[in-house]
Nanobody, 119 residues
């Protein structure tokens, strides 16, 4: 089992920045990939950014050039630096971790942190 706890959300004006943090605990040695998802009101949860154990990253098109995902393996943490925020970035942001145990993938989720961008 892996437990994830997010922090760093809040209210910011358009053009501002926020940094989200996610701390993992439990069976962290089994984690292969981590990422951030978001869900806006009335919309489906969408992938924002991912990072592998080797620190390869990927981003959804709408955040490329504005968001940066990073990982500190020693601290079992993943971060999302969000710059040039837009009102459409408003959502609950969820940390995600994927573990592989006995060749089976398991996905874990944090409780979510609210990000609100005012215009």
């Amino acid at each position: 089992q892996v437990q994830l706890v997010e922090s760093g959300g809040g209210l910011v004006q358009a053009g501002g920045s926020l940094r989200l943090s996610c701390a993992a605990s439990g069976s962290t040695g089994s984690i292969t990939g981590m990422g951030w998802y978001r869900q806006a009101p009335g919309k489906e949860r969408e992938l924002v950014a991912t990072i592998t154990s080797g620190s390869s990253t990927g981003y959804t098109d709408s955040v490329k050039g504005r968001f940066t995902i990073s990982r500190d393996n020693a601290k079992n943490a993943v971060y999302l630096q969000m710059n040039s925020l837009k009102p459409e970035d408003t959502a609950v942001y969820y940390c995600n971790a994927v573990s592989t145990i006995s060749l089976r993938p398991y996905a874990y989720w944090g409780q979510g942190t609210q990000v609100t961008v005012s215009s």
